[in-house]
């Protein structure tokens, strides 16, 4: 018998007595006891504050990003522990596919963020924001990481992919965490985080489990906190109206269950592929992961006079469907993760069968391969159908976290429209259809309610992640019922753990802070060249002032010639009546080109390559006659990690191409990234 344990302060203790017995949901056979009672929790958010958060804010996004991509890696390479564990919670091998590598690409997916942001422990958000006449007084906004801890408290559907796609996104950010996993399934949660601890990867106090309950860790909360729930929305209620939260302003992320739909276009007749996309994508929805998914499909929205076509579809490939143990062949729908979840999806199940008809499934005559269907946690996919679904009401309120779903007729697209806004916010609606006018009315009339859409037909079934599969990269949440909140989102997600600050002074000041190069800032002379300079020896402001070219109309001609740019404005002065130029004007192009022509320093040197161009502005026409330079000047620098040993040690340069005529005004501005081999090649 295991005692599953917490990590907290740097070690792995056990909590006094038994909260709760942990049981394997295909066998029903105890696998040990959880308990974190006892546990010191203003001790643990403060060791995470101090120990964990000064260890991460001290690493660059850049430095973090790296990390996470380790750890991904190291995951990947032992991820068959996981496996076998994971069977107990009544998962096939697909479930623990989603939940384990779908949650080690969090990790990746946040690492590849790196690149989004700059090399310091903190994010410059926007541009600058001009606050005198003569630009000498500016204002910007920062973003630094809170100095609390992010308390993760997660469901039992997913107890590796529910952590790991959040503390991706808080470690990324530099807050550490205290992870709670649902006490039911934690046992799997334990298993990784202790792979992660011993791997040492991340800095100490980065991350701390709590297994059991955890009764009280929301009590000594702080306004540099952050709390994210996952569960029922009435629990997810419970805890944000806590005294605690609202006196300390606390940012609660709340997502919920809810009542998500698949709706069958009107154009999706049988013998369509989006008619086969759709009842195979239902069918999906209703069986993986025993229908115990936040974002599965509870409501199936199809069109009054194919009702009939699809019940009978689906009935046909639900009755394919395989119910036992996960280990034995053919089995394609494992168990409910605990017995308790049977009784409350049963009772739920009860409840919607008193206003709806169920046309698949039986509660209790169904088959088990390979287990004892009294001692596991076995369920029936049940369909039930609602002919009167704006009277009959339950169905948009009742949910049943199981293999449950109802089929509900509409009329027409606005019907359609409305029966999914009844569900009163959802993580997730698709519509499946090759109508692309009718799928347009449908998003902008129904994403005022919806997290998610998925727009599913033949074009892109076969690479689609599916209705039921938040991505990383894409926000997670959604209105009412949903919670209100947003997980994930790629860059949003990160942010979410920052506190934006504006920050009001010189531009020479301003450009140290932010350490991007700030117009009116100081631009001491390179001196030698930038060109000659290693990614270490680069100054953030010092500039190259190159020799000046003097525009000539053969200019213009050539580059018409060598481009084939021949637009009027360049090459026919008799066509200019009616427009913003007074004579024929230089290509922007040709002006950049001469930027570049006079700023380069062409021997060889530190400079690997100039790979992209950003913010390209061309402000004044440049007529035959004038002159022009350029201020060349060190605006950011990136650090860049070495791919292998034998890859060249080297970092992103951010030049500020400011071209200038003789007058003084800027008539081009643009932003070139160049790769810098660095002095220390290790």
Known sequence: MTIYQNYVQ?????????????HNAITGEQIGTVSSEGLDYASIMDYGRKVGGSALRKMTFQERGRMLKALALHLVSIKEKFYTLSAATGATRIDSWIDIEGGIGNLFANASLRKQFPDLPYYVDGVAAPLSKRGSFIGHHIMVPKQGVAIHINAF???????????????????????????????????????????KILPEGSLQLVSGLGRGILDHLTNQDIVTFTGSAATGKKLKALPQIIEESVPFNLEADSLNACILGEDAIPGTPEFDIFVKEVQKEITVKTGQKCTAVRRIIVPEKLVEDVQTELGKRLSKTVIGDPSVDGVRMGALATRLQVDRVRNNVELLAKSQEIVYGDLDNFEVTGADKSKGAFFSPIVFRNDDPFNKTDVHEIEAFGPVSTIIPYKDLNEAIELTKMGKGSLVTSIVTANDKLAREFVTEAACVNGRILILNERCAKESTGHGSPMPLLTHGGPGRAGGGEEMGGKRGVLHYLQRTAIQGHPQIITEITQQFQVGADQPEANPHVFRKHFEELIIGETVFTHKHTVTTADIVNFANVSGDNFYAHMDETSLEGTIFEKRVAHGYFILSKAAGLFVDPAKGPVLLNYGLEDCRFTKP????????????????????????????????????????????TVALATILTMVKKIDQN
Do not use: C, H
Not at 10 to 22: K, M, P
Not at 634 to 656: H, M, P, T, Y
């Open 10 to 22: 740097g070690e792995w203790v056990s909590g006094s007595g038994v909260e709760l017995e942990l």
């Open 157 to 199: 559907n997913f107890p590796i992919w529910g952590m790991l796609e959040k503390i991706a996104v808080n470690l990324m950010a530099g807050v550490p965490a205290v992870v709670k996993p649902s006490e039911f399934t934690s046992y799997l949660t334990e298993l990784m985080v202790r792979e992660i601890i011993t791997s």
């Open 622 to 665: 440049v007529y035959a006659g004038a002159t022009v330079g350029v201020r060349f000047t060190v605006k950011e620098k990136v650090d860049q990690e070495k791919r292998s040993e034998e890859d060249i040690a080297k970092g992103i340069v951010k030049f500020l191409v400011d071209v200038y005529d003789e007058t003084g005004e």
